[in-house]
C-alpha cells in the first residue's frame, strides 16, 4: 500500500522505538476521522443505515467529539503518532489539570497490540510520577485497552454505565523524589 507504513513484527517494536510523536495540524484531519471512523466501524455496522447515512452520522460524531474535545480540554496537546513519518496513531493528553488526563489515546488496529501505547503510556506515568502528579481516563466498558491499563496500575474509580474513569496514582515514594 503506497503510503501506509507495514507494522513490523512485534518483537521489533520491542529493540527500538520507531513511534514517534508530533503535533497534530489541519492537514491531519481525514487521517483522524478514519482513526475514529475505525474504531467505532462495528458498533455503526449495526446501524439500520445507508453507507450514505451512516457515513454522514459518522461525521456529524467526529466533528461533535472534535468541538468538545477542542473546547473541554483547551490546553492539551494534540499529537499524532507516527511510524516511519506515516500516522497511525493519535494522543491528545491535557497537562494544565491536577492530574494529567489522557483525554485520547488510539491507534490504527493493526498497530494495536504491538508495545506502543504500552510505551507511549509508560512515559506519560513516568512523567506523571516525577512530578507527583496521577494520570486519569475514560474508556468505553467493553474497549480491550482497559486490560492495558490494569496492567500499568490504573484502577477504576467511577463507573458511569458506558465508561470507566480509571486513574493511576504514583507510589509514595515516586511523590517523595
Not at 60 to 67: E, N, R, S, V, Y
Not at 86 to 112: F, H, K, M, N, T
Not at 116 to 135: D, N
Not at 153 to 159: A, E, H
Amino acid at each position: 500500500m503506497h503510503g501506509e507504513a507495514v507494522p513490523p513484527p512485534a518483537t521489533a517494536l520491542r529493540t527500538r522505538r520507531g513511534a514517534v510523536l508530533r503535533a497534530e495540524c489541519a492537514g491531519d484531519e481525514a487521517f483522524v476521522f478514519r482513526l475514529f471512523a475505525e474504531a467505532r466501524a462495528l458498533v455503526f455496522a449495526q446501524v439500520p443505515l445507508a453507507p450514505a447515512q451512516r457515513d454522514a452520522l459518522l461525521r456529524q460524531q467526529f466533528k461533535l467529539q472534535t468541538a468538545h474535545y477542542r473546547h473541554s480540554y483547551p490546553a492539551a496537546s494534540f499529537s499524532i503518532v507516527e511510524w516511519d513519518g506515516v500516522a497511525i496513531g493519535r494522543a491528545c493528553v491535557d497537562r494544565s489539570e491536577p492530574c494529567l488526563r489522557v483525554v485520547d489515546l488510539a491507534l490504527l488496529r493493526q498497530w494495536q497490540g504491538r508495545g506502543i501505547g504500552s510505551r507511549f503510556l509508560a512515559g506519560l506515568l513516568e512523567e506523571a510520577g516525577a512530578a507527583g502528579r496521577a494520570v486519569s481516563l475514560h474508556v468505553e466498558r467493553e474497549n480491550p485497552a482497559q486490560g492495558l491499563y490494569l496492567r500499568l496500575g490504573f484502577r477504576v474509580i467511577r463507573d458511569t454505565g458506558v465508561y470507566l474513569q480509571m486513574e493511576w496514582r504514583p507510589a509514595p515514594e515516586e511523590r517523595a523524589a
